[in-house]
């Protein structure tokens, strides 16, 4: 399993490679919730996600013969961009394979970066039968979004930079789709600051960690368009370490509906002058929908990406909320 240790040799690894994000406190948020809010920027990574610290940790633990044969992985979008930049980096290269759920303009994004894409399907499921393909046909290097120790140490740094910024963290608003992200941010935190919580976010349209944890084992779920749409995807049958983490260390998880994430992205850009995606806004998303319970501070929220389509968050600012938008 994941301990304490690993996501600091995974900080000392990763450290020239990405960016150490600003956590800071939230003046809006803070006086209107009465306890002190804090927001961790993740979204102003390099790649516009945290996916690029496991990303990265990961790559830079593999043989020069496995970065020669190529890296692949199944994505909703953020892990794509990043396993591309991080590729493009040490000179191998990615392949990427998602669903036609997955928004425009995270596969231009990735293309940009030089990786191969393959769009396989209507769900992140049906997108990995083609991972698991190109292994097997081409002896590619699989590197998955979440269920991996070095992606989930590599994610893990940011609840280390949390803790170092304000040890006296009562609870962190995390997103959580496959859990990677919340798996390493909640082993850091509470190794650290044991009494802690850590509450995972996520939308009501197929989540499949919340459907998981009612079902006591991983579960698969049907897939749907959503203003947050890199929560979408399953967290997969034979996953082997983030759903026993998730379940062991979440204290909750709260699936909001899509006019509370877009209510959550508007209040970024009013309010924090923040450009977030949907899932990057779940966390205050959750705060604004009163769905956090008993508030006591100080509260970190996790803003994990601003990978949105502009044309789309432009219509959620101006108040048109169709998750079926032509933007994705």
């Known amino acids: 399993m994941i301990d304490l240790q ?5 900080r ?3 450290g020239g490679h990405i960016s150490s994000t600003p956590t800071e406190p939230s003046s809006s948020l803070s006086e209107l919730f009465q306890v002190p809010i804090i927001l961790k920027h993740e979204h102003r990574q390099k790649t516009g996600s945290f996916k690029l610290r496991g990303a990265t940790n990961a790559i830079l633990q ?3 013969a496995e970065k020669a044969a190529g890296v692949i992985a199944v994505s909703t979008g953020n892990h794509g961009r990043a396993l591309a930049h991080a590729a493009r980096a040490v000179g191998s290269k990615a392949t990427i394979c998602m669903s036609e759920l997955v928004p425009q303009n995270k596969v231009a994004e990735i293309r940009r970066l030089g990786a191969d894409v393959r769009i396989i399907g209507q769900s992140q499921d049906e997108a990995l039968h083609e991972v698991e393909r190109l292994v097997t046909q081409d002896n590619l290097v699989e590197l998955p979004p979440f269920d991996h120790p070095h992606i989930i140490a590599g994610q893990g740094t940011i609840g280390l930079e949390i803790i170092e910024a304000f040890p006296n963290v009562e609870t962190v608003l995390v997103p959580v789709s496959g859990g990677g992200l919340a798996a390493g941010i909640a082993v850091a935190v509470k190794s650290l600051h044991p009494n802690a919580k850590i509450i995972g976010v996520s939308m009501e349209r197929g989540a499949a960690m919340k459907a998981s944890f009612t079902a006591g084992k991983p579960t698969q779920v049907e897939e749907f368009r959503s203003f947050a749409d890199a929560l979408g995807g399953g967290i997969g049958l034979d996953n082997k370490l983030t759903f ?3 379940q062991q260390l979440l204290h909750d998880v709260i699936l909001l509906t899509e006019e509370e994430i877009a209510a959550g992205i508007r209040h970024a850009y009013l309010e924090e002058r923040e450009v977030l995606e949907g899932s990057g806004a779940v966390g205050i998303a959750a705060l604004l929908s009163g769905k956090v319970g008993h508030l006591s501070g100080p509260i970190a929220v996790i803003l994990s990406g601003r990978n949105i389509a502009m044309d789309l968050h432009r219509q959620i600012l101006n108040g048109k909320i169709d998750p079926n ?3 994705f």
Do not use: V, W, Y
């Open 325 to 327: 938008h032509e933007a």
């Open 12 to 14: 000392s690894r990763i």
């Open 6 to 10: 690993m996501i600091r040799d995974a």
């Open 62 to 64: 593999l043989s020069d």
């Open 244 to 246: 026993r983490l998730c």
